[in-house]
């Protein structure tokens, strides 16, 4: 009796031990002291994640280099796909810490399969983040979440947040559960779901950046956070996307581009306006009506005003329908119907891009928004670059960013894109008022944005 009472006291006692040897050790802050050259104040520290890969989350790297500059301690957090911005694998203060990438057994896009691989894909997830979170990160001062994705993302943090003694910051780029109704529909149980957990652990932060003041109205109202300060903190172009204001390096460059058929010449004569658009491929965007607005532009342009220029319209980007399109594209050019459209597509470089924005004539902005209050990240960068934009502009949030008429104009169909398309490049004028606007705006940077309100908020400005 009294053997089997130890026994059980002995094994109770070492599962305790064994606990809470395993806790994630505690964020104690550190003064960095005057004698060995510090300031007497603290050195913040903060952990940057991001469940998605590094390199395309433009936002959380110029977070991680903006805390960096002001003397900060970033390890920024998230998959290696592509190449990180060169300044942050080069800056001391920053570790880029990888996350394990999911079996590639577990990716689909069906419907069906995905209602049993996404279970298996986010227990994977789980694991592989607590123990990057609780173990192989130091304790930091702040942990800067990007939402979404936001599961299993927010429960972890915050629970790792918890033990850690950790600072939870939320950066908001858009709604988790909006972005999974455009998978299933509004009224799933999946979405229901998703969007309660979202509520609930948003609860957890001490603090929230929002990309919009609409996306903050919701935080406020909707998600009813009244405690924790809520700041807007829009998004501003990097410093390589800038405008060139010389026209014979705009010229130079487009025609040094491999995609590029027109030749210098065509250029320079403004017999071809060059029309530039990113897109992920996805069905959030609906490419469909860009082709159309072409294709109805090529039309006008061989019938009823000759006048108008050529289009070379250059698309980057890359993702799963990109296929589907082209094979689009090239029917309806077989059928004469874009004979004034020349349509290429291209995987630029970062900086390539910056130039190709700087370059051309018209940017096009295909996002509809899922939540009604997130914005584009290229029109952002087409700003930054001096280029003025069209775009799709049935959302709640697009006149925060885009000034009807004067930096850029928006439109609801095809219709509508192709009548812009046709009345801004028939006057040089208009186009060119626009392009003013465009690059007032591209004066407003990051900096100037980050600084006062993330930087004061953080302790590092
Ligand atoms: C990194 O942080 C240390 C200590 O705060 C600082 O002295 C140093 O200048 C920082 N390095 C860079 C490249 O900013
Ligand atoms: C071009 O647009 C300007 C306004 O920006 C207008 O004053 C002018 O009449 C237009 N020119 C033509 C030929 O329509």
């Known amino acids: 009796m009294i053997e089997t009472a130890i026994s059980i006291a002995f094994w109770v006692s070492s599962c305790l031990t064994l606990l809470i040897i395993a806790l994630p050790s505690q964020y104690i802050p550190r003064r960095v002291r005057q004698e060995t050259g510090g300031n007497g104040k603290e050195k913040v520290t903060v952990q ?3 469940l998605g890969d590094i390199g395309r989350s433009p936002r959380m790297q110029y977070h991680a280099l903006s805390i960096a500059r002001h003397g900060g301690q970033v390890d920024i957090i998230g998959y290696q796909e592509s190449d990180p911005h060169p300044e942050i694998t080069s800056h001391s203060n920053i570790t880029v810490v990888p996350l394990p990438p999911h079996p590639a057994i577990l990716q689909t896009n069906n419907k069906i399969v995905f209602l ?4 298996l894909k986010v227990l994977f997830q789980i694991l592989s983040l607590w123990i990057c979170l609780a173990y ?6 702040y942990l800067l979440v990007q939402n979404p994705p936001s599961i299993p993302t927010l429960a972890i943090a915050s629970v790792v947040c918890f033990l850690r003694q950790t600072r939870l910051i939320i950066d908001w780029h858009n709604f988790g559960y909006s972005i999974l109704s455009l998978k299933l529909g509004n009224r799933h149980p999946l979405v229901v779901i998703s969007k309660w957990y979202e509520k609930f652990f948003c609860g957890w932060a001490t603090a929230h950046f929002c990309v919009t003041n609409a996306m903050t109205r919701i935080l406020k109202d909707d998600f009813q956070i009244t405690k924790a300060p809520i700041l807007t903190l829009h998004d501003r172009p990097a410093s390589h996307f800038k405008p060139i204001l010389d026209e014979e390096e705009r010229t130079q460059f487009l ?3 491999k995609e590029v058929a027109a030749t210098e010449a065509e250029l320079a004569t403004g017999d071809v306006r060059v029309l530039v658009s990113s897109t992920s491929w996805t069905p959030d965007e609906d490419f469909s009506v860009l082709i159309d607005a072409l294709c109805r532009y090529s039309e006008i342009a061989t019938t009823e005003n000759t006048a108008l ?34 349509i290429r597509t291209a995987w630029l470089s970062t900086l390539d891009y910056a130039k190709l924005l700087g370059s051309a004539s018209l940017g096009v902005s295909l996002h509809t928004s899922s939540s ?14 001096g280029l003025p934009v069209v775009g799709w502009n049935r959302f709640e949030a697009w006149p925060e960013l885009v000034t009807e008429g004067v930096n850029g104009r928006g439109f609801g169909s095809s219709e509508e894109l192709a009548s812009h398309l046709t009345d801004l490049f028939g006057n040089l004028s208009k186009l060119e008022n626009l392009r003013n606007g465009a690059q007032k705006e591209s004066l407003r940077r990051w900096d100037q944005e980050w600084d006062p309100i993330a930087g004061r908020l953080l302790g590092v400005t």
């Open 48 to 50: 940057i994640l991001v």
């Open 116 to 119: 049993v691989f996404g279970p």
């Open 136 to 141: 192989r990160t130091k304790p930091a001062k």
């Open 255 to 257: 025609a040094s581009l």
């Open 309 to 342: 220029p050529s289009i070379l319209a250059i698309i980057t980007g890359k993702g799963p329908q990109k296929e589907m399109y082209l094979n689009e594209i090239s029917a309806r050019a077989q059928a004469g119907k874009l004979e004034k459209v020349d």
């Open 372 to 385: 009604g209050v997130d914005l584009p990240m290229k029109v952002v960068d087409m700003f930054g670059a």
